[in-house]
Structure formats: structure tokens, C-alpha cells
């Protein structure tokens, strides 16, 4: 350690005076405190463990669900064209919402019809099968809710008009 440039008649003073304020080293430690820390330490230790494992577990949940999107977006990008017709990419998620809904891939029939929805709230046709996605994903609430707007837009539409009886008789 090199010398520091402090010159003075006080140097002196002030290293005793400072000097008090250094802890003094325990020579005597106490073992049981020694141990109980160490507990302490372990158990810490544990739960640090607990959740790295349940962060990972999270991440990879995550890394999933994005490798799942990222599959459906390049899906959707390969086979639904982007338009700037409305009605063309309209019916275009009608039609590959109606395959995914026979082959009772539900998610992916959900999404798109959402889609449809975003670009023209009043298709009823859409509301009618996100409805029906509803009521078998067992929300029967949201599927009635969709209905009773069906029914607004279209009064007459039967299908709605049905469903929501049958499900007003569940609730």
C-alpha cells in the first residue's frame, strides 16, 4: 500500500482519534450465534433455490407461449394475405377460421374470428361462432353476452335467439 500525501502536525491526532472508531475484533465468538446464522444462511439458501427452479419453470412457460405465437403469426403470415381490402381479408379469416373449427382447433378458430371482429363489429356470423367457442370452452356468461348482442344487431337471427334460451335455462 503506497503512502498517502497527508503531511501535518495533526496527522498524529487524527489517526488516534479515528483509530476509536475501527471495531475491535471479537476474540471470543460466540458458537451457537455461528451456528443459527448458519441455519439462517441455509435456509435462505433453500428458498433462493425454490424460486430460481420456479422462475425457470415460469421462463419456460413464457418460451412456449412465444414459440407458440411466433408459429401461429408465421402460420397466419404464409396463409392469410395481408389486404387492404377489408371485406376480402374478412372473408379470408372466415375461411380458415371455419377449418380450423373442423378440426376442432378452437384456438386458433377464436383468434381469428376475434380478428373479424376487430375489423367489423357488427359480423354477426363471427359473434355467433365466437359465442359457440364461448359456451364450449364452459363460459356460458360470455357466450350469452354475445348473443344478447346478435340480437341487437339482427333481432330475427333464430340460432342466437335459441342459444341464449337454452343457456338463460342453465344459468
Known amino acids: 500500500m ?21 471495531p475491535a475484533l471479537r476474540e471470543n465468538v460466540d458458537t451457537a450465534e455461528v451456528e443459527a446464522l448458519k441455519k439462517e444462511a441455509s435456509l435462505y439458501t433453500s428458498k433462493i433455490e ?3 427452479s420456479r422462475l425457470t419453470r415460469q421462463e419456460g412457460k413464457a ?18 394475405p395481408e389486404s387492404e381490402d377489408p371485406e376480402l381479408m374478412i372473408e379470408t379469416f372466415r375461411e380458415k377460421a371455419e377449418e380450423f373449427d373442423r378440426k376442432k382447433n378452437l384456438l386458433d378458430a377464436f383468434y381469428l374470428y376475434r380478428r373479424i371482429i376487430r375489423m367489423d363489429q357488427q359480423n354477426v356470423n363471427a ?4 359465442a359457440t367457442i364461448y359456451y364450449s ?35
Do not use: V, W
Open 137 to 171: 370452452a364452459d363460459f356460458p356468461s360470455k357466450a350469452a353476452e354475445l348473443l344478447r348482442a346478435i340480437i341487437e344487431i339482427q333481432p330475427d337471427h333464430a340460432g342466437a335467439i335459441e342459444s341464449l334460451e337454452e343457456i338463460e335455462r342453465e344459468l
Open 127 to 130: 359473434l355467433y361462432q365466437l
Open 63 to 80: 418460451s412456449s407461449l412465444e414459440n407458440e405465437m411466433e408459429r401461429l403469426k408465421k402460420m397466419f403470415i404464409d396463409e392469410i
Open 50 to 52: 425454490k424460486l430460481r
Open 2 to 22: 503506497g503512502r498517502l500525501p497527508i503531511k501535518g502536525k495533526g496527522l498524529e491526532a487524527i489517526i488516534r482519534d479515528t483509530s476509536k472508531d475501527i
